[in-house]
């Protein structure tokens, strides 16, 4: 028999859909399963973004330009402006999803063996994505007791080596929701620039920050113009998980005319999802505010029921739609997959994602999961009289 090769030995399975055999058999026995596992909002996407693909008239589904559409590019470049990016359409590269951006970024910005920073614990496809470019992830640890604040910049330099090229932040955070202080970039910002390193920024999630908090791109300081690589998505920002358009923006000249060459081997992006994407950058300011509003209340909602739950500890997550919690277990992967094979209460039972998967050391967030509070308050709180009630039933509990 051929044998498979070493790249695709190393290929981290995913934490958050690993466990799917065992909820499609839960869902098959009858149970109602809570999905608390995967980033999928339930959202309704805005109503211009759909209307544009039901009004898509083509004789011919064509190639589009291999860094996208120009007017796409163009509208997309304000709306970055309103945030004050100070970018045109020429430094935006679509591509299909943020995952594309990610992997194209660091096939640009690193050779293979060479190092990526990135404070753990991080969003579990960032080691796909570095194994497929055969680029070293150099974990940093942050953790549940400081809210996963962004660890110490002298932790940063204990790990920087001559083979370091690059940062990676999520900002705000998955799968912890944190989102960085403006002092905290301003530190990323001073420590890429003393020792010539790329910041690549995922800002998946940069429309969903609470309690009036400030989002700070790296876009907004000054001196990295060359250092920097946004990369983004209409996934989350839209609940337009499904379209697969996403972008990388860099101002870097050079780095860009890089991608573009990844991007000509792949061909390009749909030219479907770019139609429904460049209508949704129309989206009226309503939309975000009701979308944020209904994120506050969900996360409140599942942070402080799980904070009166005996023994489990969540932090107050300031962006994204993700808590992590530390629970009463004394293994998440056992835990997560016993609530969907032996466990269920009212005929129910909840799916959440390991925390194990979101780390790179080994043997951290054994006592952890994430879950996304993507559901409507009602089904939030079922889930949580369902976690509640299995917790107390867990052979594995601790305390």
């Given at each position: 028999m051929p044998k498979i090769s070493q790249r695709g030995i190393d290929m981290p399975a995913s934490p958050i859909r690993k466990l799917t055999p065992f909820a499609d058999q839960a869902k098959k026995d009858g149970k109602k399963i809570y999905h608390l596992n995967i980033g999928q909002p339930d959202i309704e996407s805005p109503v211009g973004m759909l209307n544009a693909l039901k009004g898509i008239e083509f004789k011919v589904w064509a190639y589009t330009p291999s860094e996208g559409l120009e007017s796409y590019r163009n509208k997309l470049a304000q709306y970055y402006n309103k945030l004050n990016y100070a970018i045109e359409g020429t430094d935006i590269l679509v591509t299909n999803g943020g995952s594309e951006a990610i992997t194209i970024a660091l096939q640009a910005c690193l050779n293979a063996g060479e190092e990526i920073i990135i404070p753990e614990p991080f969003y579990a496809n960032y080691n796909g994505f570095a194994c497929t470019a055969g680029v070293v992830v150099k974990p940093i640890m942050s953790t549940i007791d400081t809210g996963f604040a962004l660890?110490?910049?002298?932790?940063?330099?204990k790990v920087i080596t001559d083979k370091t090229r690059a940062i990676a932040i999520c900002n705000p955070n998955n799968p912890t929701g944190y989102l960085y202080s403006r002092q905290e970039m301003e530190a990323l910002r001073d420590l890429c620039l003393k020792y010539d390193l790329y910041l690549l920024?995922?800002?998946a999630y940069r429309e969903f920050c609470y309690d009036g908090r400030e989002f700070i791109s790296p876009m907004h300081l000054e001196g990295l113009e060359d250092h920097v690589v946004v990369l983004d998505t209409v996934s989350k920002r839209y609940s337009a998980c499904g379209a697969r358009i996403g972008c990388i923006i860099t101002k870097n000249k050079a780095l860009y005319q890089t991608t573009l060459k990844f991007a000509q081997a792949r061909l390009s992006p749909s030219l479907e999802g770019q139609i429904a994407a460049e209508a949704a950058v129309d989206t009226p300011d309503s939309y975000f505010q009701a979308v944020s509003k209904e994120y506050t209340a969900r996360r409140d909602t599942l942070v402080a029921g799980l904070n009166k739950i005996e023994g489990v500890y969540c932090p107050n997550p300031g962006g994204a739609f993700y808590v992590v919690a530390r629970l009463p277990i004394d293994n998440a992967d056992k835990f997560c997959q016993w609530?969907?094979?032996?466990?269920?209460?009212?005929?129910?039972?909840?799916?959440?994602?390991?925390?194990?998967?979101?780390?790179?050391?080994?043997?951290?967030g054994t006592q952890e999961v994430r879950m996304a509070y993507v559901l409507n308050q009602t089904d939030l709180t079922h889930a949580l009289a369902c976690l509640e009630k299995g917790l107390q039933e867990y052979p594995g509990r601790t305390a």
């Open positions: 660890p110490a910049i002298a932790d940063f330099e920024s995922d800002e609530m969907l094979e032996e466990f269920d209460y009212n005929n129910e039972t909840v799916m959440m994602a390991p925390a194990t998967g979101f780390y790179s050391t080994p043997g951290f």
